[in-house]
């Protein structure tokens, strides 16, 4: 196992510089560039060149790439071009915001889709398999941002149950419950797309285990249907499930970048936006990078929780 991590780890430094070139290219590829929001009406065209120059803007795109691959091997990832703070610093106050809401997400998702799912796939073609099955596409189908909003309004402004955005009300204590009326109304947008999603997937899983012959030996031992499911049936129906919920970890940070926005949550998907509107290279440029290593970190750990839900599979 030892050495399969450490093959991964080898093989994903090409894949990393890759994805980096390629997002150097794209980013630049986009018309205009940071000075272009920083132009005063008064200034000379003298003036922006010469900001421009100090920026190193003006330099051919190979040798903008190699400066900063060469400052992210010595540990830094350079400067915004909007706020002169280092990048490092204000991913370093996004990212627990972002954990945060992602892992939340992630979790109640899960709670939702793995027992509708298990349930849906043991009582097939029932009244519940058939609401089970509506709301998975219903969570598929509603837009994110649409569900956002009907949630604030409904909420927020209608029932004024929850606060409408941020993290902590301004001027409050910014305690434990604070944080968490705060977190419901993103969650719930985030963690109905998750189960939506993952029901089906489980439904099918289990549905494919249940009609295997020890399934059946065992309901002939006189097991009870209960411990036949979720004993043996449902560990057994674990690897495709692990599978698209390794895959839904970068999926949720693409997704939280319109949720935060709307929600006002101050993490990573805010600050993406931010740095998009402001043609803000160095911080884009880690955003991607992060983003990047966030796939094949899923990827890698998803390979290695294989061999423990199922001890048959073995990495050499």
Known sequence: MLAYIIRRLLIAIPVLIGVTVINFI?????????????????ISAEDIMAK?????????????????????LQGNLG????????????IGERIGPTVLLMGVALVVGLIIAIPLGILSA????????????A?????????????????IYVFALELKWLPSGGMFTLGGDGGILDRVLHLILPVMVLGIGIAGKKIRYVRSSVLEILGQDYLRTARAKGLHEFVVVNKHALRNALIPIVTVV???????????VVTEQIFSWP?????????IMNRDYPTLMALNLMAA??????????DIVYSVVDPRIKYK
Do not use: C
């Open 246 to 256: 390794g895959l839904e970890v970068p999926i949720l940070l693409g997704g939280a």
């Open 267 to 275: 993490g990573i998907g805010q600050l993406t936006m931010g740095s």
């Open 293 to 302: 290593i966030m796939v094949l970190a899923a990827n890698l750990l998803t």
């Open 26 to 42: 794209i980013i630049n590829m986009a018309p205009g560039d940071p000075v272009d929001m920083m132009i005063d009406p008064n």
């Open 122 to 133: 043991t009582r097939q073609y029932s009244k519940l398999d058939y609401l089970a099955t």
């Open 79 to 90: 400067f915004s071009l909007t706020t002169y703070q280092p990048v490092s610093h204000m």
């Open 135 to 151: 709301g998975s596409f219903l969570g598929i189908s509603i837009p994110n941002f649409f569900l956002a909003l009907g949630l």
């Open 52 to 72: 421009k120059e100090a920026l190193g803007l003006n330099d051919p795109l190979y040798m903008q790439y190699f400066r900063w691959l060469v400052n992210l």
